[in-house]
């Protein structure tokens, strides 16, 4: 079975760094870009960027570029999203999912990872 | 960038109804758009690409269209099923990627 697995809830300072982590199995984790999705309780869906695992190759949305950064290890199925300084607006749910190319969408998703700023 | 519009945002159905979400494209996105499923505490699951296409999986009840200007699609769920209540958005992936602010069926 293809599944993604994210790292559990995070409670966090304003000001201090994070790394969450998604972690691929049931298929060959270089073959497919791995994306970010970031939901605010209550809105809608927004794209932060991909990942190609290979090469650890990236893409970001104009939005969050230079706010996070992806980067991925391929010897162990897991891709991870990092912030160095957090803010209070960065509370939300993440989402990793993987990037079928061609035309098909995002499949699966992880569970998601809540994570929570306020001091 | 472009944006994606969808409506409504609540609706309320019945067992056994027949319901259809729009989505709207801020301009021609040559039928790449995918629909997800959303059930609480749960991330988002493909049901429908490349406008019309069910994913592995998804019963023949879910159906997606689009219309000839490339701009304008629905979703449409028949015979509603008491799993089918979750919340359900639209994304377009012919330039980079973004979603429909997302549509919450509930029971009527």
């Known amino acids: 079975e293809v599944q993604l697995v994210q790292s559990r809830a995070e409670v966090k300072k304003p000001g201090e760094s994070l790394r969450i982590s998604c972690q691929a199995s049931?298929?060959?984790?270089?073959?497919?870009?791995v994306a970010w999705v970031r939901q605010v309780p209550g809105k809608g869906l927004e794209w932060m960027g991909k990942?190609?695992?290979?090469?650890?190759?990236?893409n970001y949305s104009p939005s969050f570029r230079g706010h996070v950064t992806m980067s991925a290890d391929k010897s162990i199925s897991t891709a991870y999203l990092q912030w160095t300084s957090l803010k209070a607006s960065d509370t939300a749910i993440y989402y990793c999912?993987?990037?079928?190319?061609?035309?098909?969408?995002?499949?699966?998703w992880g569970q998601g990872t809540l994570v929570i700023v306020s001091s | 960038d472009i944006q994606m519009t969808q409506s409504p945002s609540t609706m309320s159905a019945s067992v056994g109804d027949r319901v259809t979400i729009t989505c709207r494209a801020s301009?021609?996105?040559?039928?790449?758009l995918a629909w997800y499923q959303q059930k609480p505490g749960e991330g988002p699951k493909l049901l429908i690409y490349?406008?019309?296409?069910?994913a592995t999986g998804v019963q023949s009840r879910f159906s997606g269209s689009g219309s000839a200007s490339g701009t304008e699609f629905t979703l449409t769920i028949s015979n509603l099923q008491p799993d089918d209540f979750a919340t359900y958005h639209c994304?377009?992936?012919?330039?980079?990627?973004?979603f429909g602010q997302g549509t919450k069926l509930d029971i009527k």
């Open positions: 301009q021609d996105i040559d039928g790449r």
């Open positions: 994304q377009q992936y012919n330039y980079d990627y973004s």
């Open positions: 999912a993987r990037l079928i190319s061609g035309d098909y969408g995002f499949d699966p």
């Open positions: 490349r406008t019309s296409n069910l």
């Open positions: 049931g298929y060959r984790f270089s073959n497919y870009w």
């Open positions: 990942i190609d695992p290979d090469d650890s190759y990236t």
